[in-house]
């Protein structure tokens, strides 16, 4: 470790030298070549990000498998563990059924109950799954 920084005091004392003996307009030069080379490492760092980040959404992507609602299809709705029904260990984990009233463009069902009360919010297509009858 003391090697190392002996090293690095003997490069900031000869880059010290250099920099008092180079002229100003030379040294205004060197410091933009400097500026640019940080520029393109800069460009380098955010393109490897950016193929980081698809690969990662391509690798999540091949798993998801995505599910299709129409309206007037049959559903369960999940039952959340802060929900009131959710209070003992062998209670139901989906709740009675519901009809898709209408599906928004990302593909979230709003559900109306059975006696046609339709909810205000759509709910996340996770939360619910097909029944068959």
Request: net charge positive.
């Amino acid at each position: 470790m003391e090697v190392v920084e002996a090293a690095n005091k003997n490069i900031k004392k000869i880059l010290r030298k250099m920099e008092a003996e180079l002229s100003d307009a030379e040294w205004i030069r060197s410091r933009y070549e400097q500026l640019a080379l940080i520029d393109g490492k800069r460009m380098n760092v955010v393109c490897h990000d950016q193929l980081y980040q698809n690969r990662m959404s391509r690798a999540f992507n091949k798993r998801v498998k995505p599910r299709q609602f129409m309206s007037g299809q049959l559903v369960l709705k999940k039952i959340f563990p802060h929900q009131d029904e959710a209070r003992e260990k062998f209670s139901p984990n989906w709740q009675d059924l519901y009809m898709v009233h209408g599906v928004l463009t990302g593909g979230a069902p709003i559900l109306a109950e059975m006696d046609r009360e339709i909810w205000p919010k759509p709910i996340n297509s996770d939360a619910v799954k097909r029944y068959y009858a």
